[in-house]
């Protein structure tokens, strides 16, 4: 069965540093996509990046990146300059292929709620 | 602006009763999808709909029910066979499918509590 595994469950770390949040998957496709969502405390989730399982490149949004080793089955996400905005819960999810019903699904994992200090 | 629209935000529910959860969304997706949330924990998929008068159940779709009658909406009702409703609810949509990268777009969110 397709997995999402986020091992760090709290994380903190000082304004301005980086920090690399943790996301291992377990899948047989060979055509997935994987997403990190922040979820500030007011509930909303918003999206932050995408990897799709065929980019050669690591993908980067602003001051997120992301650290995809697909022999390991890794997809960790590195956020540079730590801003005390950044204080939120992150979720790692993948998209699983649409096999019987034609409509994408995405599994996610149980978060790491990250506290960045001033 | 396009985008996702749960109502209402906090929802009451006495014992024995169904309630329903709004959810619309104008970004033309055919798919949505309804979430519970459990503090401090991850999603779980309750049901999803790929195109209208059609849906599925996801993981831990018993207690729950909805329908997709406009492409629009895609309304949740927890009902009282749902012994432990309690939690965060998010609806999402996105496209049904292709190769593009397409992430999920989420609502705000509805915090259903028994009373």
């Known amino acids: 069965a397709q997995k999402i595994t986020q091992t760090q469950p709290g994380m903190f770390v000082q304004e301005k540093e980086a920090v690399t949040l943790d996301c291992t998957y377990d899948?047989?496709?060979?055509?997935?996509?994987l997403f990190w969502y922040k979820q500030p405390s007011s509930g909303e989730m918003i999206f932050l990046i995408y990897?799709?399982?065929?980019?050669?490149q690591n993908a980067t949004e602003g001051r997120y990146s992301l650290n995809f080793q697909k022999a390991r089955k890794s997809a960790n996400l590195v956020i540079s300059a730590s801003q005390l905005g950044d204080s939120a819960m992150y979720f790692c999810?993948?998209?699983?292929?649409?096999?019987?019903?034609?409509?994408?699904?995405?599994?996610f994992g149980t978060g790491t709620r990250l506290k960045v200090l001033a | 602006d396009g985008g996702i629209t749960q109502s209402p935000k906090y929802l009451f529910r006495k014992e024995g009763q169904n309630v329903t959860l709004s959810c619309e969304q104008n970004?033309?997706?055919?798919?949505m999808y309804w979430y519970r949330q459990d503090p401090g924990q991850g999603l779980r998929l309750i049901y999803y709909?790929?195109?209208?008068?059609?849906?599925q159940k996801g993981d831990i779709a018993e207690g729950y029910s909805v329908s997709r009658e406009k492409k629009e909406s895609f309304p949740l009702t927890v009902t009282s066979a749902q012994k432990n409703p309690t939690a965060f609810y998010l609806c999402?949509?996105?496209?049904?499918?292709?190769?593009?990268?397409?992430?999920?777009?989420f609502g705000d969110g509805t915090r259903l509590s028994i009373l």
């Open positions: 999402a949509s996105s496209t049904a499918g292709g190769p593009s990268a397409q992430p999920q777009h």
């Open positions: 899948t047989s496709d060979q055509s997935y996509g």
């Open positions: 990897q799709g399982s065929y980019d050669e």
């Open positions: 999810a993948m998209r699983e292929a649409p096999y019987t019903s034609g409509t994408y699904k995405y599994i």
């Open positions: 970004l033309n997706h055919d798919a």
């Open positions: 709909s790929q195109i209208v008068n059609d849906f």
